[in-house]
């Protein structure tokens, strides 16, 4: 069966440290991949997106790899701030018209 | 400001009561989407519509139902059939739909609380 697993244990870094959080699938041939921020009762916002021919995409201090043979991708937060604790989504295409979301990874970063 | 309005942001029901959640958009996005979201789990796809006048179910449509009569306009009601309807509901839009759906928009989401 179709499976997007993200790391439902919360991440806990220290403030300035790089924080990776991991998206991995099964039996799914995606298109792209996307990440999204969401903040407690509220709802996802939009971060960077990755096509299934590129490795690596940058925003500010935000890095996407994707590895379509490993079926995962990474989400890197450089220089991470309290201000960037957030549960982050992965989501990605199923070949239909819709996304698929894993279930987030909570993000804590101590000042 | 463009966005997606949702409304109620909090709305109590009793059970066997039919209720309906409102989304918004003035964007002038062609697709549009609900999820649900229950605590600690990722997004499920309720419905979603990619023309006016058209929608698809989604992975769990059972017990919902969902109108698109104008481009705005997605509204969502959550029927007595509906077994377990406590949840934080989502709507989305985005530019067009198929295959590639491009990044979708939120709104802030409507909690649902059955008593």
């Known amino acids: 069966s179709q499976k997007i697993e993200q790391n439902s244990e919360a991440l806990n870094i220290q403030e300035g440290k790089t924080a990776t959080l991991t998206c991995n699938y099964t039996?799914?041939?995606?298109?792209?991949l996307q990440w999204y921020r969401q903040d407690p009762g509220r709802g996802p916002v939009f971060l960077l997106l990755?096509?299934?021919?590129?490795k690596e995409k940058r925003k500010e201090r935000l890095k996407v790899t994707f590895d379509t043979t490993l079926k995962q991708s990474l989400f890197h937060i450089t220089a991470s701030q309290p201000a960037d604790s957030a549960t982050y989504l992965c989501a990605l295409d199923n070949a239909g018209n819709m996304l698929t979301f894993g279930g987030g990874t909570r993000l804590m970063v101590k000042p | 400001d463009g966005g997606i309005t949702q409304s109620p942001k909090y709305l109590f029901r009793k059970e066997g009561q039919n209720v309906t959640l409102s989304c918004e958009q003035n964007?002038?996005?062609?697709?549009m989407y609900w999820y649900r979201q229950d605590p600690g789990q990722g997004l499920r796809l309720i419905y979603y519509s990619q023309i006016v006048n058209d929608f698809q179910k989604g992975d769990i449509a059972e017990g919902y139902s969902v109108s698109r009569e104008k481009k705005e306009s997605f509204p969502l009601t959550v029927t007595s059939a509906q077994k377990n309807p406590t949840a934080f509901y989502l709507c989305a839009s985005s530019i067009a739909g198929g295959r590639f759906t491009g990044e979708l928009f939120f709104g802030e989401g409507s909690r649902l609380t059955v008593l």
């Open positions: 039996n799914y041939s995606p298109a792209y």
């Open positions: 964007l002038n996005h062609d697709a």
């Open positions: 990755i096509r299934e021919n590129e």
